[in-house]
């Protein structure tokens, strides 16, 4: 009897405690705990959250399975979406035939000629940022990525300068991760109507979150940039409702602008901890002809390029995804049943020494053109995979390279502490307590 025939079969995983099951452990530290599940049990591990089945895949062929071979068994699932509740029915949210109506309409605003246009705009900001730095100072630059990018994306999206938001909007996302972090960590969810502190704290949250996106768009429908043809003008045009277009704008807000910030953050962290690196780095944007880094300067920028991928192999800003099969499924020999969650961590699958050698270091030379192309599909996915693959993936990449470029070339970057880089994995993998370093003007 195959093992599938035998229903019962479960994937090895560790043991649990009764009713909470694997919660209290992987709470305590879920980045470690998925690394030993994988190392210790292989490529399909069956973890229990307070009697929830969660199979975790640790193989790309596994995540290929999920995202693309049988990808429409998946949806994101009831644990995603809870965790992105405040998100609502926005592109990242939502399934079936509205997501393919929306994931149509925003595709436009994502081709990449309209996205080359925007880098006289990237390195524009990247610059006023740098007004503020002075010689020699420590600074947040995680912070600083926070706020940059969020300016990038809401220029880019909805033509709108949102410097005077952006520390509001910051603060409401620090709540708001703050509440994920506290509900990922106990066995039983709190309703959100409860009126604890918290999630009174959360629905302020959501309301500072709201009022910026609805000042977003009372901004655009005034029209203050003639005409912009930017998404919310897009999508007012094709008739989406109000309380849609809310949705989609907080989405694109949110999930455009923290994650190409933690990119941009860990690589300034890995840098100052590779002095080398960084002298190369700056060697190449030197070579540009003397001005920030342009869409014609992109091809150069080969090291930038192999430092950015090997920054978001270590730390990748999405560093696990999940989904739930519709419908009974076999995967890896073993049977899913319907309605139980999948796990694919990056995390995980971006430090195995089977596809990544000397996983843990840092070595942007890895990233040779060879190496790609024997690369399995699936052992590197920091932009996910398949139809639900991050439609802002080549903006973020020319973010990235812009910004950095840009600040690089004007900056040296020194590591203030030599203590390890310490991470919490919230709904995005973030740095705990910032990224402190010192700037020096070159
Ligand atoms: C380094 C930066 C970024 C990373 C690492 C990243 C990562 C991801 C990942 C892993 C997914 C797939 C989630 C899943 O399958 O469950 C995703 C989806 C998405 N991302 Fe990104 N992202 C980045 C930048 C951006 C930017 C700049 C934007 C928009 C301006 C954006 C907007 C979205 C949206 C709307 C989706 C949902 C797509 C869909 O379901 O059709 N992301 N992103």
Same mark, same amino acid.
């Given at each position: ?35 030993? @599940? ?16 969660? %199979? ?17 068994? %998946? ?5 995603? =979406? ?14 079936? !035939?509205?997501?393919? *109506?929306?994931? +149509? ?7 990449? =000629?309209?996205?080359? !246009? ?8 990247? *610059?006023?940022?740098? *007004? ?6 420590? #600074? ?48 039983? *969810? ?6 604890? #502190?918290?999630?009174?704290?959360? +629905? #302020?949250? @959501? /309301? ?12 655009? /429908? ?26 989609? $704008? ?6 455009? +602008? ?23 780095? =700056? ?14 300067? $992109? ?7 192999? $430092?950015? /991928? ?108 030599? /203590? ?23």
């Amino acid at each position: 009897m195959s093992l599938v025939e035998n229903r019962d079969a479960r994937p090895p995983g560790p043991t649990g405690l009764p009713v909470v099951g694997n919660s209290l452990q992987f709470g305590r530290d879920p980045l470690s705990y998925m690394t030993h @599940a994988a190392r210790a049990y292989g490529d399909v591990v069956y973890l229990e959250f307070a009697g929830m089945p969660f %199979y975790q895949l640790n193989h790309p062929d596994l995540v290929k399975y999920v995202l693309v071979e049988n990808n429409q068994n %998946y949806r994101k699932g009831d644990l995603f =979406q809870y965790e992105l509740r405040l998100l609502g029915q926005g592109l990242l949210n939502s399934e079936g !035939a509205a997501w393919r *109506e929306q994931r +149509h309409r925003l595709e436009p605003a994502f081709h990449p =000629q309209r996205i080359a !246009a925007f880098a006289e705009m990237m390195t524009g900001y990247t *610059e006023r940022l740098l *007004e503020e730095w002075a010689d020699e100072e420590v #600074r947040d630059v995680h912070e600083d990525m926070m706020r940059l990018t969020l300016e990038i994306v809401a220029d880019a999206l909805f033509s709108v300068d949102i410097r005077r938001e952006s520390t509001e909007i910051g603060e409401a996302l620090e709540t708001v991760m703050e509440q994920f972090r506290r509900s990922s960590r106990l066995p039983l *969810e709190v309703p959100d109507w409860l009126p604890t #502190r918290t999630n009174l704290e959360f +629905h #302020r949250a @959501a /309301k500072a979150l709201d009022a910026v996106v609805a000042n977003i768009i009372r901004e655009r /429908k005034a029209g203050t940039r003639e005409g912009a043809d930017d998404v919310v003008s897009r999508l007012l045009d094709a008739g989406v409702p109000e309380e849609n277009l809310r949705d989609e $704008v907080l989405t694109l807000v949110l999930a455009g +602008h923290e994650t190409t910030a933690l990119a941009l953050s860990y690589t300034f962290d890995l840098l100052t901890r590779h002095p080398p690196v960084l002298a190369e780095v =700056q060697a190449e944007l030197d070579s540009l002809a003397g001005h920030p880094p342009t869409m014609a300067d $992109v091809k150069a920028m080969t090291r930038t390029d192999q $430092v950015l /991928k090997e920054s978001m192999r270590l730390y990748p800003p999405v560093y696990g995804l999940l989904r739930e099969p519709f419908t009974d499924d076999e995967i890896g020999g073993y049977h899913i049943p319907a309605g139980a969650t999948v796990g694919m961590h990056q995390w995980v699958i971006h430090r195995d020494p089977r596809f990544f050698s000397d996983p843990r270091s840092f070595r942007p030379d890895r990233w040779t053109p060879a190496f790609e192309r024997e690369l399995p599909a699936f052992a590197y996915f920091p932009f996910g995979g398949g139809p639900r693959r991050c439609i802002g993936d080549r903006f973020a990449m020319l973010e990235a390279k812009f910004v950095l470029g840009t600040i690089l070339q004007q900056f040296d970057v020194e590591a203030v502490s030599t /203590k390890p880089l310490e991470l919490d994995p919230a709904i995005t993998l973030r740095p705990k307590g910032g990224i402190r370093v010192r700037v020096t003007r070159r």
